[in-house]
Each structure stands twice: as C-alpha cells, then as structure tokens.
C-alpha cells in the first residue's frame, strides 16, 4: 500500500488525457450513500457516461439501506449534470458482509474489518463493471475522510487487474471534495447518516453519542 501516490494528481491525468483523446468512456460508480456520491457525481458527470451502483449489504438496519437507496435515486434525479447518470440496484443480502467480517467483529472502525467491506463492495463493482462491459469502475468511498484513500486504491487496481477493468484511481476529499458534498447535502436537503453504515459502526456512534450527554 503506497501512502505517496496522489491520487488526485492521478485521476486529473487521466481525465486530461480523455479531454485530449476527446472520449467519454463509460464508468460504473459503486455508491455507499447520497452525500457521499453528490460531489463525485457533479465532478465526473463532467467526462464520463456514469452508472451508479448501490451495493451495500453492510448496511444495518433493512430500513436503513432503504432510505438510502432512496435518496441515492432521488439526487440522482435531482442533480444537474452533462451526461444523464443511469442508476442500478444491487442486491442486498447482509450475509455476505456477516462472513466477510467474521472474525473481525470487535476491530475498531477503519481496521481490517473494514478493508474486507470495501473488497466485497468493489469486486461486486468489478464484477459488474467486467459483465457490463464499462470502460472504468470506481467507488466514492475515497471523498470521507475517516476512509484510507490509499488501500481503497490499492484494492481496486488489485481486482481491475482481475477483472480485466480498468479502476479509475481517486481521493475525492481532495481540492474540497468532502466540503462541496456537504454544500450539495444541503442543497438536495439529502439525509446524512452519523455512522457508516454497519452493526458495528452503528454500536460505535452511539457509544460516541452517550459520552457527550
């Protein structure tokens, strides 16, 4: 896992180098929620043909995946783009994060617990992205800054190598990536979680919660 390697630096290559070629590729996005995806999707929108995928058996409880799902359609209704953003529903079934964390349930949010959910997520993208024949596949993960940018860099290269697709690197909290997902939150009055989306991250903010009262 390379920690120096900008990743910003690096999607802005590509990006002019596109510009240049004067293509719009196809991109699938895999989407963890709304406001995470809000400034990814007006940034890119800009130079690719976008899907969104929203995968994410993680999410605890079933009422809360809903909600999400249903404002990730909604701002993707919402939200001026160049290219219209096309949207796919993926499945959710819980057990398969359940077995990808077994083992792992007490790690502290962000450790080794985590990297297996974002694993799970991205090879549901590549695998997608490999089926559906898309030039790129990428995760908005990378815009919060509680994820680590570099090993979500370091698994996609991994299963594009895989998959035979190629990942489009990123770290969208950069140049005011994660400020401007919160002007556009706002903007499209989107709902905002407190926690990331799992069982245990659910425990956890709560825990943080009742150490403030």
Do not use: W
């Amino acid at each position: 896992m390379n920690q120096n390697i900008n990743y910003q630096k690096e999607l802005d290559k590509k990006i002019k180098k596109l510009q240049e070629e004067n293509v719009v590729p196809t991109l699938l996005i895999h989407s963890c929620c709304a406001p995470c995806s809000s400034y990814v999707l007006e940034y890119l929108s800009q130079y690719f043909h976008i899907t969104v995928l929203y995968y994410n058996p993680n999410i605890y409880p079933p009422q809360e995946y809903e909600v999400r799902a249903l404002e990730q359609q909604r701002l993707i209704d919402e939200l001026e783009v160049k290219y219209p953003i096309k949207f796919i529903a993926g499945r959710y079934e819980p057990d398969e994060f359940y077995t990808a964390a077994k083992g792992y349930e007490k790690e502290p949010e962000g450790g080794e617990r985590c990297f297996r959910c974002y694993h799970l997520r991205l090879e549901e993208a590549a695998k997608i992205a490999k089926e559906m024949r898309f030039d790129y596949f990428t995760t908005t993960l990378t815009i919060s800054p509680l994820k680590k940018a570099a090993k979500l860099n370091q698994i996609g290269e991994e299963l594009g190598k895989e998959y035979g697709v190629e990942y489009l690197m990123s770290d969208f909290k950069k140049k005011e990536g994660y400020k401007r997902s919160i002007e556009l939150s706002n903007e499209h009055h989107l709902y905002r979680q407190n926690y990331c989306g799992c069982v245990y991250s659910k425990v956890e903010a709560d825990q943080r919660e009742k150490s403030k009262q």
